[in-house]
Nanobody, 124 residues
Framework: VQLQASGGGLVQSGGSLKLSCQASGRTYNNYVMGWFRQVPGKEREFVARSSRNGGTRDYTDSVKGRFTISKDNAKNTDYLQMNNLQPEDTAVYYC??????????????????WGQGTQVTVSS
């Protein structure tokens, strides 16, 4: 599967952005989809994930209540709606796809396919 992430940009603190991850291929529903972020000098950090059918969602604590992951199977697209953005959310955001079991997929090492990353910058 190939992934194309988009939707990043510059926003003020408290603002919103919606990231998209367009997946190619006919087996889109075979993958756990995840969002990660990375700032220079730090490891890639788990943000959110959704199960293969989208019925189960999981978030890192720092974004709970602010970010929502969703999927549109008809469009082979996952979304990350980010509200009340804060300067500490500034990072390059990546979408990723995994064939591993759900329990493993908070770990970036278990994702085989990655989008190219989209920059999110939140000004204070």
């Amino acid at each position: 599967v190939q992934l194309q992430a988009s939707g990043g940009g510059l926003v003020q603190s408290g603002g919103s952005l919606k990231l998209s991850c367009q997946a190619s291929g006919r087996t889109y529903n075979n993958y756990v989809m995840g969002w990660f972020r990375q700032v220079p000098g730090k490891e890639r950090e788990f943000v959110a994930r959704s199960s293969r059918n989208g019925g189960t969602r999981d978030y890192t604590d720092s974004v709970k209540g602010r970010f929502t992951i969703s999927k549109d199977n008809a469009k082979n697209t996952d979304y990350l709606q980010m509200n009340n953005l804060q300067p500490e959310d500034t990072a390059v955001y990546y979408c990723a796809a995994s064939t591993f079991v759900w329990s493993a997929t908070r770990d970036a090492a278990y994702y085989q396919y990655w989008g190219q990353g989209t920059q999110v910058t939140v000004s204070s």
